[in-house]
C-alpha cells in the first residue's frame, strides 16, 4: 500500500521560509504525478503546485507563483515545495497529493488525485 507523509510544517514569521517534504513508500515514486494542495478551516482545498512524474513539468497557484518552488528527487522517493517570502495569507494544513500515472501531464486539479497525505500545518505570523 503506498504512503504518503508530509513534514517540514511549523511557525514562522512573515517574510520567512519554510520547506515542506513529501515521503513516499511502498511503491515507485516516479511513477506518480504529484502536488500540494492547502486548505484553511471553513474554505475549500486549494490547489498550490504540482510536477509531473519525472519533474520536467511544473504549474502553480498565481498566489503562489515567484515564491514558491516545488521539486522532487525520484532516488529518494520525496517531493518538496520551497516556500519563501511566506504571508499570513499561506497559513493552513498543506496536503501532498499523488496519482499513478504513465503520462507527463501536471495535474492542478483534486479531482485527478487519488493519494493524499495526513497534512503539515504551517502557520505565518504578521
Known amino acids: 500500500q503506498v504512503q504518503f507523509v508530509e513534514s517540514g510544517g511549523g511557525l514562522v514569521q512573515a517574510g520567512g521560509s519554510l520547506n515542506l517534504s513529501c515521503a513516499a513508500s511502498?511503491?515507485?515514486?516516479?511513477?506518480?504525478?504529484m502536488g500540494w494542495f492547502r486548505q484553511t478551516p471553513g474554505k475549500e482545498r486549494e490547489f498550490v503546485a504540482a510536477?509531473?512524474?519525472?519533474?520536467?513539468?511544473?504549474a502553480y497557484a498565481d498566489s503562489v507563483k515567484g515564491r514558491f518552488t516545488i521539486s522532487r528527487d525520484n532516488a529518494k522517493n520525496t517531493m518538496y515545495l520551497q516556500m519563501n517570502s511566506l504571508k499570513p495569507e499561506d497559513t493552513a494544513v498543506y496536503y501532498c497529493?499523488?496519482?499513478?500515472?504513465?503520462?507527463?501531464?501536471?495535474?492542478?486539479?483534486?479531482?485527478?488525485?487519488?493519494?493524499w497525505g495526513q497534512g503539515t500545518q504551517v502557520t505565518v505570523s504578521s
Open positions: 510536477i509531473n512524474r519525472i519533474g520536467d513539468s511544473r
Open positions: 511502498g511503491s515507485i515514486f516516479s511513477s506518480y504525478a
Open positions: 497529493a499523488a496519482d499513478r500515472t504513465r503520462g507527463f501531464d501536471v495535474r492542478t486539479s483534486e479531482e485527478r488525485y487519488n493519494y
